[in-house]
């Protein structure tokens, strides 16, 4: 029987699903059709932080539990943390970049960018991290599919712009990239650049197929991303920035997970890192939140506290 590969109609999110839907043609010999789905998050233009959680998913996943679609592929930092019930997240595909990338009029790096330079983004976790760098960058709000935040930058409204290095990637627009940023500089946002691939949990078939195009590192650095998220994450919508890698150690692999979190004005940035085994992922996620919090990341993520506990 064909699969039903249930995806967003963007550029992005169709090229994503093609790429997903050939790799299981090509192991499983099966026929995959691609099912339009449209989110809350493709339907509204408002700013992302006001629309709540799981905006580009919810429409994905109650397609699934309709069992209108078999599986649908998710840019992975577009997943709420709370696993859905009744569904599984059956593979992560290797990831190629997690990086944010520049993109500047004139062909100018992050350096070459002038005091004053508007700079095009939407995220807290960017917004913060520009004005972090003490440069006086005007960071301004951009919203919209990749395409037409490049158009918007084409049309003058922005000296540069920054979006996921993944993304232009996927839509063959790499070479538009003036840099790709250090994460020294710019720390991703947990998961960026990997994908999900989400089947119903009780659809065994279908999660041996999938399990094939899982990547055991990916799952790793991820996982530990993600950990490190959803032990921060209080209700709140704060910028928090996490990288793991994974690199060969004495004893085999070891992950590397490096985690931040900023005040938006970018006056408070506390960045710390941990390592510890591929096995250990979510507890190295887990610890690395902690020691953010003892360090005083509540002071940036707005945590209020009882002063009567
Ligand atoms: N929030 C939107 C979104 N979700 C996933 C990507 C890019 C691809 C990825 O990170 O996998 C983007 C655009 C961007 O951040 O520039």
């Known amino acids: 029987m064909t699969l039903r590969l249930g995806t967003r109609g963007s550029a992005l999110a169709m090229a994503q699903s093609g790429t997903v839907a050939q790799a299981v043609r090509d192991r499983t010999g099966r026929d995959v059709e691609l099912v339009e789905i449209v989110t809350t998050g493709d339907r509204s233009s408002a700013p992302i932080q006001t629309l709540g959680v799981g905006v580009f998913v ?29 569904l599984v997240i059956a593979a992560i595909p290797q990831r190629h970049d997690p990086r944010d990338a520049l993109v500047a009029r004139g062909g100018l790096t992050l350096n070459e960018l002038p005091a004053g330079a508007r700079i095009g ?44 290095h993944a993304g232009l990637t996927r839509l063959g ?15 991703p946002a947990p998961a960026q650049g990997a994908l999900a691939v989400e089947c ?41 920035a996490a990288l793991a890698e994974v690199a060969e150690g004495d004893d085999g692999p070891e992950i590397y997970l490096r985690g931040a979190v900023f005040s938006p004005d970018g006056g408070f940035a506390l960045r710390l ?6 096995a250990d992922a979510a ?20 945590v209020q506290h009882d002063p009567h506990p």
């Open 200 to 240: 119903r949990e009780d659809d065994a078939e279908l999660r041996e197929l999938l399990a094939a195009l899982d990547d055991e590192y990916t799952r790793a650095a991820v996982t530990a991303e993600r950990a490190l998220l959803a032990e921060l994450e209080a209700g709140c919508s704060a910028p928090i």
């Open 58 to 86: 919810s429409a994905l996943r109650d397609a699934l539990v309709a069992n209108e679609i078999d599986f649908a592929v998710h840019s992975y930092k577009d997943l709420p943390t709370a696993q859905a019930k009744g």
């Open 283 to 302: 507890e190295v996620g887990r610890a690395l939140a902690r020691d953010l919090r003892e360090e005083g990341a509540d002071n940036a993520l707005g």
């Open 273 to 278: 890192s941990r390592t510890g085994t591929l």
């Open 121 to 164: 983004t939407g995220a807290l976790r960017r917004i913060a991290q520009l004005n972090a760098l003490g440069r006086r960058f005007e960071p301004l709000p951009l919203r919209g599919n990749v395409d037409t935040r490049l158009r918007k930058l084409a049309e003058g409204e922005f000296d540069a712009i920054v979006l996921a």
């Open 173 to 187: 627009r790499a070479g538009e990239a003036t840099e790709v940023l250090d994460p020294l500089l710019m720390l």
